[in-house]
């Protein structure tokens, strides 16, 4: 099983609401991501978890808080957002943060804020 | 930083033909090179993947080169389907530098029926 699972597919918010997307791995894999891509672009690293550690936070905004509960799961908390936020974000994970091992990803959550 | 650059950023060839796209980078500690293949609403898929102590790797109509010298890679989609339309990214990573590739800026094959 190499399935990277998220939730929800689509999301809308309004500048003041507070959301969460949700990712999901079952692979045993120590490492998970998040990504922002916007059309047309190759998805943006944001942050990088190691061994349920952040270990990597590529300069995101705090409006962005990423959490993981536990080795299987990765949450990524909305707070705040603007319009230029709206993009797709994808999860992905890998059997260690080492450089040089495959990175599975989710399908995505769809975000637009308003 | 590792810089990657993607040609050409779109593409399109008839049902049948041979489709190829090239990456070149920058740094020459990276050693790992994956290919994406991403359709419209989906996330992007490993389809093929280098090592830089490998110079070509094949998986039935797909295959993937590496030059180290000249650090350049290319995919090879032979006998083009219309299923192989999508956006495909190259990307480059270094084994120390945990959990971070650079990918190109993607092309987008279409293959016309």
């Known amino acids: 099983d190499t399935e990277v699972t ?36 190759p998805p943006e690293l944001m942050f990088v978890y190691s061994y349920e550690k952040l270990s ?7 409006r962005f808080s990423p959490e993981c509960p536990n ?27 080492a450089g040089g091992k495959t990175q599975y990803f989710g399908p995505g959550t769809r975000l637009l804020v308003l | ?36 293949k991403q359709e419209l609403g989906k996330g992007p898929q490993l389809i ?3 090592r830089s102590n490998v110079g070509e790797k094949k998986d039935q109509r797909i295959a993937v080169t590496l030059n180290k010298t000249a650090k350049h890679f290319s995919l090879h989609i032979t006998e083009t389907q219309p299923e192989d339309s999508a956006v495909y990214f190259c990307a480059a990573s270094i084994g120390t530098n945990a959990g971070k590739s650079t990918f190109g800026d993607g092309t987008t094959l279409t293959v016309k029926p």
Not at chain 1, 12 to 32: D, F, P, W, Y
Not at chain 1, 56 to 62: A, D, F, G, H, R
Not at chain 2, 1 to 27: F, M, R, W
Request: proline share 6%; net charge neutral; aromatic share 8%.
């Open chain 1, 6 to 41: 998220q939730t929800p597919k689509h999301l809308v918010m309004g500048m003041t609401n507070k959301k969460s997307l949700k990712c999901e791995q079952h692979m045993g894999h120590r490492a998970m991501y998040w990504y922002k891509q916007k059309a047309k672009k």
């Open chain 1, 56 to 62: 990597i936070n590529e300069s995101v905004p705090s």
């Open chain 1, 71 to 97: 080795s299987s799961l990765l949450n990524l908390h909305l707070h705040a957002l603007q319009p230029e936020d709206s993009a797709l974000y994808l999860c992905a994970s890998s059997q260690d943060p």
């Open chain 2, 1 to 36: 930083g590792e810089n990657v650059e993607q040609h050409p950023s779109t593409l399109s060839v008839q049902e049948g033909d041979s489709a190829v796209i090239k990456c070149t980078y920058s740094d020459s500690a990276s050693n790992y090179f994956p290919w994406y």
């Open chain 2, 48 to 50: 093929i993947d280098i």
